[in-house]
C-alpha cells in the first residue's frame, strides 16, 4: 500500500498529512514514534495523554484525533490553546479493521465505510464510541469539575465523534468545536439530542477539503442550525483536510469565551 504525503505544515504546527490507500492521516513529527508504535497495537487503545492545568484545575477539555492518529497528534496544540486552569486530556481511539482502508487496521472511533452523508454507518461503533467519551466527561464530574466547563473538541473522525457525543449527553456542556468533520447519524436528530439547545458549537472547515468535502460540513451545518441555538459554521479559504494559525486562534477564542478562567 501506497503512502503519500498530500499535505504538509512546515509552521508552528509542525505536521504531515499521509494518504494511505483512501484514508488521510494526519501525523505531528514531534511524534511519529508513538504514531508508528500505537499503529503497532492489536486493538488496544494507548492511555490518554494528560496535560494537566498550570493553576487550580476549573475546566477540561477533551480533544479527539482523526483516523489513524493518535491522542500525542493534537496534544501540542491544544496545550498551546488551554487556559491556566484547563486541563487537557487528548485519548488514542482503538486499532480496529476499517472498511474504507481496505480493511486494513488503523486507531479508529468507529468503522468506516465512506466519508458521505448518504451512505450506511457503524451506528453501532459510534454509540460504542460515543459511550467512552461519555465516560471521559462523567469522570471529570466526579473529580469536581461542573459540565459547564467541560469542553469536547476533535479533528475529522473524532470531530464527528464529538459532534454526537456532546449532542447526545444530557448535561450542559461549555461547548464543541468540531473540526473538517460532519453529523454522524443525522437523520436520527433532534430526536437523540439530550443537550440543552443553548450549548455552543463550533465548526470549522477548509473550502479545499479533499477528504471530507466542505459541503458536507455545510450540509451538517444547516442540520445543526435547525434545532441547535447557538451553532457556528466557520470557513478557512484554501484550507484542505488540516488545519491553520487562524483556526486555533478561532478555537483559543472559543475556549475563552465559554470557559473562562476562574
Same mark, same amino acid.
Given at each position: 500500500?501506497?503512502?503519500?504525503?498530500?499535505? /504538509?505544515?512546515?509552521?508552528?504546527?509542525?505536521? &504531515?498529512?499521509?494518504?494511505?490507500?483512501?484514508?488521510? !492521516?494526519?501525523?505531528?513529527?514531534?511524534?511519529?514514534?508513538?504514531?508508528?508504535?500505537?499503529?503497532?497495537?492489536?486493538?488496544?487503545?494507548?492511555?490518554?495523554?494528560?496535560? $494537566?492545568?498550570?493553576?487550580? #484545575?476549573?475546566? *477540561?477539555?477533551?480533544?479527539? #484525533?482523526?483516523?489513524?492518529?493518535?491522542? #500525542?497528534?493534537?496534544?501540542?496544540?491544544?496545550?498551546?490553546? &488551554? *487556559?491556566? %486552569?484547563?486541563?487537557?486530556?487528548?485519548?488514542?481511539?482503538?486499532?480496529?479493521?476499517?472498511?474504507?482502508?481496505?480493511?486494513? &487496521?488503523?486507531?479508529?472511533?468507529?468503522?468506516?465505510?465512506? !466519508?458521505?452523508?448518504?451512505?450506511?454507518?457503524? /451506528?453501532?461503533? !459510534?454509540?460504542?464510541? *460515543?459511550?467512552?467519551?461519555? /465516560?471521559?466527561?462523567?469522570?471529570?464530574?466526579?473529580? +469536581?469539575?461542573?459540565?459547564?466547563?467541560?469542553?469536547?473538541? +476533535?479533528?475529522?473522525?473524532?470531530?464527528?465523534?464529538?459532534?454526537?457525543?456532546?449532542?447526545?449527553?444530557?448535561? $450542559?456542556?461549555?461547548?464543541?468545536?468540531?473540526?473538517? =468533520?460532519?453529523?454522524?447519524?443525522?437523520?436520527?436528530? @433532534?430526536?437523540?439530542?439530550? =443537550? $440543552? %439547545?443553548?450549548?455552543?458549537?463550533?465548526? =470549522?472547515?477548509? %473550502? =479545499?477539503? $479533499?477528504?471530507?468535502?466542505?459541503?458536507?460540513?455545510?450540509?451538517?451545518?444547516?442540520?445543526?442550525?435547525?434545532?441547535?441555538?447557538?451553532?457556528?459554521?466557520? *470557513?478557512?479559504?484554501?484550507?484542505? #483536510?488540516?488545519?491553520? %494559525? @487562524?483556526?486555533?486562534?478561532?478555537?483559543?477564542?472559543? !475556549? /475563552?469565551?465559554?470557559?473562562? &478562567?476562574?
Amino acid at each position: 500500500m501506497v503512502c503519500v504525503c498530500v499535505e /504538509e505544515n512546515t509552521g508552528s504546527l509542525n505536521f &504531515r498529512v499521509f494518504r494511505v490507500g483512501f484514508t488521510c !492521516i494526519r501525523v505531528e513529527l514531534r511524534s511519529k514514534q508513538q504514531f508508528l508504535l500505537s499503529q503497532a497495537l492489536t486493538g488496544m487503545a494507548a492511555a490518554p495523554v494528560i496535560i $494537566p492545568s498550570i493553576a487550580k #484545575h476549573t475546566s *477540561t477539555l477533551i480533544f479527539l #484525533h482523526g483516523l489513524g492518529d493518535t491522542g #500525542h497528534g493534537w496534544a501540542n496544540s491544544m496545550g498551546s490553546l &488551554r *487556559t491556566p %486552569d484547563m486541563k487537557v486530556i487528548c485519548p488514542t481511539a482503538p486499532n480496529m479493521p476499517v472498511t474504507m482502508n481496505g480493511g486494513f &487496521r488503523l486507531n479508529s472511533w468507529f468503522d468506516l465505510k465512506s !466519508i458521505s452523508i448518504s451512505d450506511p454507518e457503524d /451506528e453501532e461503533g !459510534i454509540k460504542k464510541a *460515543t459511550r467512552y467519551v461519555h /465516560e471521559l466527561i462523567q469522570s471529570e464530574m466526579k473529580a +469536581g469539575i461542573n459540565s459547564n466547563r467541560i469542553m469536547l473538541g +476533535g479533528f475529522s473522525q473524532g470531530g464527528a465523534l464529538a459532534l454526537y457525543a456532546g449532542l447526545t449527553f444530557a448535561e $450542559p456542556l461549555a461547548g464543541v468545536m468540531a473540526l473538517s =468533520c460532519w453529523l454522524p447519524l443525522h437523520k436520527s436528530f @433532534p430526536g437523540v439530542r439530550k =443537550c $440543552p %439547545d443553548t450549548v455552543p458549537v463550533l465548526q =470549522c472547515h477548509g %473550502d =479545499c477539503d $479533499p477528504i471530507v468535502f466542505y459541503k458536507f460540513g455545510q450540509l451538517s451545518s444547516s442540520v445543526l442550525k435547525s434545532f441547535m441555538k447557538n451553532s457556528h459554521f466557520q *470557513t478557512y479559504q484554501g484550507l484542505g #483536510h488540516s488545519s491553520c %494559525d @487562524p483556526e486555533l486562534s478561532d478555537m483559543k477564542k472559543f !475556549i /475563552e469565551d465559554h470557559v473562562p &478562567r476562574q
